[in-house]
Structures are given as C-alpha cells and as structure tokens.
C-alpha cells in the first residue's frame, strides 16, 4: 500500500504542476486546485493509516488446545478487519486524484499519450 500512495504522490506532484500551468495561461483553476486539496488531504489520511497498521501487533492469548482456533481466528479477523480499514483510506485517495485527474481533463490540460506519441494503434 505504501508503494501505492507513493505513486499517488508523485501524480498528484504532476497535477499541481499542470494546475499551475493551466493558472498561469489564465485559466480558472478552482475546481481543479480544490480537488488537489481534497487529494492531497486524502493522501494524507491513508498515509497515516497505512502507517499505523503497520505499527500494529496481533498476539493470541492461548490458553488451551480448545481455545487455539477460536483465539487465531479472532486475531485473524481483527487483521483483515484493519487491512480492510487501511485499504478504503488507500482506495478514497485513489478516487480523489481521479476526480483532480476529471478536473483537469476539463479544462483540456490532459492530452490523449497515443496520440502524444504518435501511436494511433
């Protein structure tokens, strides 16, 4: 997941340097800066998530033979449980950069890498 936000950093790092192009060229880039906001807030979130998962210790307390599987199985439970946590803080700053991606495509600062490249396969 870290891997992951790091990505979604360095493309939210190329909206806001597009998003200052498209100012300076004399667009209104409210929208788009206000999504940026929104992603870079989102970003930070599953950041901190991420982080404090990763911080996170499971232990069972193991009593007896009987209890093992009922003890493992609420540790593992509680695990998925916090990945699942950590993954749709992941997955919302996944969605806020799309939605700077949506802006930005608006106000015509995306171009078609097909055609960028010459590519029209």
Not at 86 to 112: D, F, M, T
Request: net charge positive; aromatic share 2%.
């Amino acid at each position: 997941m870290s891997a992951a936000l790091a990505r979604l950093s360095s493309i939210l790092k190329n909206l806001s340097e597009k998003a200052a192009n498209l100012k300076a060229s004399g667009k209104d880039t409210s929208e788009l800066e206000k999504a940026i906001s929104q992603a870079e807030t989102a970003i930070e979130e599953a950041k901190s998530a991420v982080a404090a998962q990763a911080e996170k210790k499971y232990s069972a307390n193991l009593i007896n033979d009987s209890t093992l599987r009922n003890a493992i199985g609420e540790m593992i439970s509680q695990f998925r449980k916090d990945l699942r946590d950590a993954h749709k803080k992941v997955a919302a700053a996944r969605q806020a950069i799309s939605k700077a991606v949506a802006e930005l495509a608006q106000l015509g600062g995306v171009r078609n890498s097909a055609t960028q490249s010459g590519n029209m396969d």
